[in-house]
């Protein structure tokens, strides 16, 4: 079984960005970027099952400016066998990113497709299912465990309330949850290592796919804070002020 | 043109995440029809039937809907298209998994968790765990999109819709290779997180799952609370992952929240700053969470929680 990780460069979790004065966009200049964390999860999987004999070949893919080589870096550190960069330079949003992961999909043909299940700078969470969609193919989302059994998998899914399960025929999507696994540290002799293989280049604009972007940002803003409260200085106290003050409880 | 919502049910009875998606629908200003898809769902369509806004309601009733497939879910929706210019859903691990196909299927973009309608096709969205908000503007000639419902009221009832059944082949199974095999539902008496008025939540600090039950689920029986857990929580093992509070899980709303041995990390807060009121309950008196709480108390929770209890027993 070939796998094929989509992974995104995004802001890292612990940075607290800060809007630009204008409004125009958020101030990423300098600020510290990662894998977004899911991706990491989706790699973890797929490096698993081929250690464990049930895939052959795991090919992380990476789409955006040329920056992004780091991330397809730590892919290698991690395992990955072969990295891919869709080079662009133009603004991607979830539909143009599932129409060139198809594209590259064609190229690649991989039994499983693996990506996070949301990127936690744009928070859309709905790449894997919109490639899912462009393919024809079944989608397992929010995925906490996954099995291989011959030429299906069995998904285990976060539901409200729950979980699922569902046998999907390869070829298949999957996005990752948290739950999956918790990811490999990528030993610095396995980061060197990495620093001198290959990155695959392809340029999206010889794709031949249409990723014009069909949302416009027209402002961002930081929400208005929430006032911090007062502190109380017992249990019987807060009680008091719940019944009288905020009247939530009776 | 009309607008368009997919019903969100338990197979019994709406969730109410669906009167607030009829709420948010009248910004359209469209006729709007309610989409129940679901197995022996008769009651759940009278039900949207009877919600205020609604002008029709249309069900799909079949096997296959008892445990619905995102594939066969999408081409129902695919398959009546062409009547609508919206097609929304409250923000759920439903809508989430169905809607973003249905929008690369018709080609057309998605926005996630809408808190504001600005107008037709412009909206507000949280990104960055909530910490900014963007405007956004689509230019797609159907819109495709997710509310956080506690961003809207819930509509009132008293309507009496017409109610159209309407027959779609679903090949969920065998087009795309899906297939149900199971589910495993934490069944609880407590009401469901998403709507409950009352949210105690617990962090990582209760110790283990065993403290996590004993401390909190006495203070929610008092208080009949759903409860939440940050995600270190779930991690952790003290908690299921279906009640996780946060950017990356479940967002709330509710009238009281009370945060008990939690730190406050923005990936947490992001999942219940919109709360009416919240109340911490830390040892350490610099967690960040006292920023965002109405009333604060710097306590050993396993004091204070027991003795919360019983002073509003």
């Known amino acids: 079984m070939k796998i094929l990780v989509a992974i995104k460069r995004v802001v890292d979790s612990n940075v607290k960005v800060r809007v630009k004065p204008d409004g125009t966009g958020v101030d990423i200049v300098g600020v510290k ?99 899912a969609a462009l393919l024809g193919v079944g989608q397992g989302t929010f995925a906490s465990r996954l099995e291989v059994h011959d030429s299906e998998i069995h998904v285990t899914r976060e539901v409200d309330g729950g979980t699922e399960t569902l046998a999907l025929r390869l070829p298949a999507v999957v996005t990752a949850d948290l739950r999956l696994n918790e990811p490999r540290y990528v030993k610095l002799p396995n980061l060197m290592m990495a620093k001198k293989k290959p990155i695959e280049n392809y340029k999206a604009a010889e794709m031949g796919v249409d990723i014009s972007p069909h949302l416009t940002v027209r402002h961002v803003a930081h929400p208005p804070l929430r006032k911090a409260g007062i502190r109380v200085a017992s249990v019987h106290e807060l009680v008091e002020k719940l019944r009288s003050e905020a009247k939530v409880v009776s | 043109m009309n607008s368009l919502i997919l019903a969100e049910h338990d197979g019994h009875k709406l969730k109410p995440a669906t009167y607030r998606a009829v709420s948010a629908a009248q910004h359209w200003q469209l006729p709007l029809h309610v989409l129940v898809c ?70 057309v973009a998605m926005l996630s968790d809408v808190v504001t309608v600005v107008g037709p096709q412009t909206y507000v969205r949280p990104i960055y765990a909530g910490s900014v908000y963007a405007t956004v503007e689509s230019s797609d000639k159907v819109q495709v999109i997710t509310l956080r419902a506690s961003s809207f009221a819930v509509a009132a009832t008293g309507n009496d819709a017409p109610i159209v059944a309407l027959n779609v082949s679903l090949e969920g199974a065998a087009k795309y290779g899906v297939r149900w095999l199971a589910q495993s539902l934490n069944v609880s008496d407590r009401p469901d997180l998403a709507s409950a008025r009352v949210v105690i939540s617990g962090g990582r600090s209760l110790g283990s799952a065993a403290q996590f039950q004993a401390i909190l689920a006495p203070l929610a029986e008092t208080l009949a609370a759903a409860l939440g857990a940050t995600r270190a929580a779930v991690d952790a093992g003290f908690a299921p992952n279906d009640i ?24 947490h807060t992001a999942g219940m700053k919109d709360s009416k009121v919240i109340v911490a309950i830390n040892y350490d008196a610099d967690a960040a969470i006292f920023q965002v709480a109405d009333y604060g108390l710097v306590a050993d929770l396993f004091e204070a929680v027991p003795a919360l209890v019983d002073a509003l027993r």
């Not at chain 1, 464990?52 to 090919?59: L, M, P, Y």
């Not at chain 2, 039900?47 to 497939?69: M, R, S, Y």
């Not at chain 2, 996780?244 to 509710?254: E, L, N, R, S």
């Open chain 2, 244 to 267: 996780q509070v946060g950017q990356t899980g479940t967002v709330v709303a509710p009238e009281l929240y009370i945060a008990v041995g939690i730190s406050g990390a923005v990936q």
């Open chain 2, 38 to 107: 679901g197995h022996q769902a008769d009651s759940i369509a009278q039900e949207a039937a009877a919600i205020q806004g609604v002008a029709k309601v249309i069900h799909v009733d079949a096997p296959a809907l008892a445990h619905p497939l995102a594939e066969d879910m999408a081409d129902v929706i695919v398959h009546i298209s062409s009547d609508y210019q919206v097609i929304l859903a409250p923000h759920t691990a439903q809508s989430k998994n169905v809607l973003p196909r249905v929008a690369a299927l018709l080609d």
């Open chain 1, 33 to 131: 970027m990662s894998v977004n964390p899911f991706d990491e999860n989706a790699i973890e999987e797929a490096l698993r099952l081929k250690e464990r004999g049930q895939a052959t070949e795991v090919v992380a893919v990476s789409l955006g400016t040329s920056a992004c080589q780091d991330v397809l870096r730590h892919a290698l550190g991690m395992g990955v066998d072969r990295a891919i960069l869709v080079e662009t330079d133009a603004p991607l949003q979830p539909l143009g990113v599932a129409k060139l992961l198809k594209a590259v999909v064609e190229r690649e043909k991989p039994n499983l497709i693996m990506l996070g299940k949301q990127a936690i700078d744009d928070d859309a969470g709905q790449t894997g299912q919109m490639l």
